[in-house]
Each structure stands twice: as structure tokens, then as C-alpha cells.
């Protein structure tokens, strides 16, 4: 279509809408993805709704194609950036009705690691989930961890490491969380270029995340489980 700047977005109905907003938010526009969101409000729409039927479901693409190899780290970050544009919109309206969360994550890189751009992804599409994430940053001790994991009430708490040297440094916090008796209350992923599923094993992690795509489909497939568990009890 050579006319494409010509969509007026307020002029979609609403099904029209929603696909070009997951098309906006694949190609990281920003601005569009903001006035998409305030049109689909403006038409009635519940937060909620708006949230997982257009952002989430086009960041869902996003990640497929990322884990795939269509998509790279920048133009899944400029998707992200797009998305956390919608969110930002969306974060007031969502606490006032009381949506459903996903999930809350505490993510970090370990200590004496310094590499953020794999955890700011992860970060960026456990939210685009809708996971509710807290960021701890780079060089993490033990502490920081275990501290913003119950201060958060956090489901999830994920360590991210990109060297070979600062990889043990997991365990401890692993190992710390069962001297501790609180192992169990937490979901562990790791991830980290110089990981593999074994040493996730090994360190008693509960899974090892390949990249940002695999990490939100397993903590989704956690909180799922951890949901039924708690209906069952």
C-alpha cells in the first residue's frame, strides 16, 4: 500500500484498529502505539482489554520472531520502547480497576557483572506480558536479591549473568534462599549467554531462560502452574 502514512487510526473500526497497532508496535512506533491505545479507551475499551488483546498480543509476535531469528535486539527494544509507551497510559487505569497481574518479577544482574542489555529485554517483555517487573540493575549481591524478593512479594525472581567468572555467583543466591528456608516460595530463572539448561540444573535453578522470548513463555507456563496449585490447595 503506497499511501501508508495516509491511515487515519480513528478512523478503524475497532478489529482494524488492534491490527494496526500489533503491526505499529512490531515496527516500534511509539506515537501511534500512544494514540491507539487513548483512541480504543476513548471507545469504551477496559484497560485490561487494551493491555492484552493489542499490546500484548503484538509483542507476543515480537517475541516469536525474536526467538526465531527474524527480529534483533534493537528492533525488539524499539517494540518495547513502543509498548511501555501504551503501558504508561494504561499503569493508572489498571491499578484503579484492579486487573488481574500476571505475575511480579525481581530481575537483576549478579554481582560483579556489569551487562544489562539481556535483562533490560527481559524486563521489557515480561512487561509486555503483563508481568508487573522490578528491576534491581547490575551487580547484585545476595541481599539485594533476597530483600526485593520479599519487600516485592515477588513470584518470580530472575538473575542474569554474561561471564563465565560471575555465573557461580548464582548458586549463592540460590543457596542462600535455602538456608533460609524460602526457596520454595520463589521461581528461579537465570539466563545469561554463557549458561546452559545444565548448569541451570546444576545451581538448582528452575529454569534456564535461552532468551527474552523463552523467559516470558516460561513464567507464564509457572504462573499457570502455580495458579492451579493454589486453586487445588
Known sequence: MSDEE??????????????????????????EIEEGTNILL?????PYDVLTKALVAGMTIVGHD???????????LLAANAMKAGMFILKPLLAETGAPKVGKMVIGTVKGDIHDI???????????????????????????????????????????????TTMPYMKVVIDEMIAQGIRDDYIVLVGGAPLNEEFGKSIGADA??????????????????????????
Not at 476513548?42 to 477496559?46: F, H, N, T, Y
Not at 525474536?66 to 525488539?76: A, K
Request: hydrophobic share 45%; aromatic share 6%; net charge negative.
Open 42 to 46: 476513548e471507545r469504551g475499551w477496559e
Open 66 to 76: 525474536f526467538r526465531d531469528g527474524i527480529l534483533f535486539v534493537p528492533e525488539v
Open 208 to 233: 534456564y531462560c535461552r532468551d527474552a522470548a523463552v523467559a516470558v513463555e516460561t513464567a507464564k507456563e509457572f504462573m499457570a502452574r502455580k495458579h492451579n496449585q493454589a486453586a487445588a490447595g
Open 6 to 31: 495516509d491511515i487515519i487510526l480513528s478512523e478503524l473500526d475497532d478489529e482494524e484498529l488492534v491490527a494496526q497497532m500489533m503491526d505499529d508496535l512490531y515496527d516500534g512506533l511509539k506515537d
Open 118 to 164: 539481556g535483562k533490560n529485554l527481559v524486563g521489557m517483555m515480561m512487561e509486555g506480558a503483563g508481568f508487573e517487573v522490578v528491576d534491581l540493575g547490575i551487580n547484585n549481591p545476595v541481599e539485594n536479591y533476597i530483600d526485593a524478593a520479599a519487600q516485592e512479594e515477588a513470584d518470580i525472581v530472575g538473575m542474569s549473568a554474561l561471564l563465565t
